[in-house]
């Protein structure tokens, strides 16, 4: 079982609705990531979490340390957040990155 | 700004060439670290430093080499000994100072061998 589990692996959705992209993970952290990989792209941060909830424009990323849980939601989806969402835990043993395979999210108009 | 450069976002080369990815940080950051993605796959640990002139493999160094003469640099060589270098590559930084944490992500390096 991979460290970091993310759910759903791909995402099909209409223009204008809520979306919501899931993290697992199973070992303790110190942080969580959020980020956004377009398709033939870069990679760009979009939240670091160690608790509750962060918000920016559309965006809104909450993570439960007692579950070990995190969200990742989308407002008024567009057809630009079509994206691979990728989710990496820092763990608290070594302070490395543990990825997520990622979430490839379209949004169709 | 401070941030984490990588530098070209797109480089092909010919099969049986070593290529250089260049990282370059100004956050002042300890730790560096070079990631690799596959398609459908999460990133994995290539090489990572926690200081310089010291740098250690992570899962899937084979075939790749790194130095960190400067603080701020943090070069990788694909060589030829790498069976499949096409690939994304990240480059990552990283700073801990008591119970603070900061975490910086280049924007990859797309590589191309044929």
């Known amino acids: 079982k991979n460290e970091v589990e993310q759910s759903p692996q791909n995402l099909t959705a209409q223009e204008g609705e809520f979306i919501t992209i899931n993290c697992s993970y199973s070992?303790?952290?110190?942080?969580l990531h959020w980020l956004q990989q377009h398709p033939g792209g870069g990679i760009v941060s979009l939240f670091m979490l160690s608790s509750g909830k962060k918000k920016h424009g559309r965006l809104i990323a909450t993570i439960n340390i007692q579950e070990k849980h995190s969200s990742l939601h989308i407002t008024a989806s567009h057809p630009r957040d079509s994206a691979v969402y990728i989710c990496?835990?820092?763990?608290?043993?070594?302070?490395?990155?543990?990825w997520g395979a990622g979430t490839k999210l379209i949004i169709k108009p | 700004d401070g941030g984490i450069t990588q530098s070209p976002k797109y480089l092909f080369r010919k099969e049986g060439q070593n290529v250089t990815l260049s990282c370059e940080q100004n956050?002042?950051?300890?730790?560096m670290y070079w990631y690799r993605q596959d398609p459908g796959q999460g990133l994995r640990l290539i090489y990572y430093s926690q200081i310089v002139n010291d740098f250690q493999k992570g899962d899937i160094a084979e075939g790749y080499s790194v130095s960190r003469e400067k603080k701020e640099s943090f070069p990788l060589t694909v060589t030829s000994a790498q069976k499949n270098p096409t690939a994304f590559y990240l480059c990552?930084?990283?700073?801990?100072?008591?119970?603070?944490?900061?975490?910086?992500f280049g924007p990859g390096t797309r590589l191309t061998v044929t």
């Open positions: 956050l002042n950051h300890d730790a």
């Open positions: 070992v303790g952290i110190s942080a």
């Open positions: 990496a835990v820092c763990s608290r043993l070594n302070y490395q990155l543990i």
């Open positions: 990552a930084s990283s700073a801990r100072t008591g119970d603070n944490y900061e975490q910086y």
